[in-house]
């Protein structure tokens, strides 16, 4: 896409909630139940890093707010791009694991390795795991709806 297709390209197509509403509210009940029982923080990041693999703005600018709100640091999210790079002590191991799996569910085509899978299951019980699979799942469905809809970041 040339910049000018870019410029010329409609800042958003449809209002999801309003076109779809049962659909919107079902899918806020899924993003609702995947969170529970997994560190807030932790959940941002996931979600941070998910839609920066997905190019979603929207949900990207949404996360750093929700993830400053819930103390996280400038620090980490400036260097959760670059997280495999990043000092040791930045990310905690736990959170490396989070991340290594979200990375390869954003990038379902290859599967989820035994490796990154067994790294998660270590660092994570087993309703736990399946709450961190459930959360990368949502994340990647908003982005691929706010995406498609070019659901511009800022708004409602």
Known sequence: MTTNEIAEAPARRLD?????????????????????????????LVQM???????CAYCLDMHARDARKAGETDERIYL??????????????RERAALALAEEIAAIGGGVSDAVYARAAAHFGEEELAHLISVCLTI?????????????????
Request: charged share 20%; glycine share 6%; proline share 7%.
């Open 140 to 156: 990647n469905a908003w982005n691929r709806i706010n995406v498609a809809t070019r659901k511009a970041p800022g708004t409602l």
């Open 16 to 44: 999801y909630a309003r076109t779809v509403p049962k659909v919107f509210r079902a899918m806020i009940a899924l993003d609702a139940a995947a969170r529970e029982g997994l560190d807030p923080a932790l959940v941002e």
């Open 49 to 55: 890093r998910t839609s920066q693999l997905n190019g």
């Open 80 to 93: 959760l791009p670059v997280w495999h790079e990043a000092p040791a002590g930045v990310y905690s191991a």
